[in-house]
Antibody, heavy 121, light 108 residues
């Protein structure tokens, strides 16, 4: 059973960079076949896809966030990470990591529990 | 990008009743690449349906998906108490993948 767990600061100051890591257990990122993803949910709102990465390092980002997003992978630690720069209060959300299944365009079959990140001074 | 509109916004039903949730796309979803998720308060979404009609592992057969093109439906044949939650559709037929705004299924 694949499990994902987000970690990182719960509070980030405006204009700084939000950094989160997702640790995967029960399966190896480097085995391929899946897209390791970040999705966020603003308080009381719907879901927004941020981007995903393949084990090879190929990345795919939502155009609406592309200029501020970097997703990276560390296969030796079975982790992948999100960096979102120049954050504002509008980036306050629950951030989920998830496994994407499919080819290039994916649905999400395993999710982490989510972590709330608040942007505030 | 494809905009998904879910209706109704809120659906009030009783256990044992049948629920029909709609997801309409602003343009055709290629290859019926549409998924449905269930989300309960304080929890991550759970995959129910992918490919418009394929149930995910461990999902009871009272959940079924149908549709193609721009119109998709999630049906719950007989509501159980644990089915009351928010449901989201998601298209993965074109980039960027997008989600609907959700339908809240509440106990009447």
């Amino acid at each position: 059973q694949v499990q994902l767990q987000e970690s990182g600061p719960g509070l980030v100051k405006p204009s700084q960079t939000l950094s989160l890591t997702c640790t995967v257990s029960g399966g190896s990122i480097s085995s391929g076949g899946y897209y390791w993803s970040w999705i966020r949910q603003h308080p009381g709102k719907g879901l927004e896809w941020i981007g995903y990465i393949y084990y090879s390092g190929s990345t795919y980002y939502n155009p609406s966030l592309k200029s501020r997003v970097t997703i990276s992978v560390d296969t030796s630690k079975n982790q992948f990470s999100l960096k979102l720069s120049s954050v504002t209060a509008a980036d306050t959300a629950v951030y989920y990591c998830a496994r994407g299944s499919g080819w290039l365009l994916v649905y999400f079959d395993y999710w982490g529990q989510g972590t709330l990140v608040t942007v505030s001074s | 990008e494809i905009v998904l509109t879910q209706s109704p916004g809120t659906l009030s039903l009783s256990p044992g009743e049948r629920a029909t949730l709609s997801c309409r796309a602003s343009q055709s979803v290629s290859s019926s690449y549409l998924a449905w998720y269930q989300q309960k308060p304080g929890q991550a979404p759970r995959l129910l349906i992918y490919g418009a009609s394929s149930r995910a592992t461990g999902i009871p057969d009272r959940f079924s998906g149908s549709g193609s093109g721009t119109d998709f439906t999630l049906t719950i044949s007989r509501l159980e108490p644990e089915d009351f939650a928010v449901y989201y559709c998601q298209q993965y037929g074109s980039s960027p993948v997008t989600f609907g705004q959700g339908t809240k299924l509440e106990i009447k």
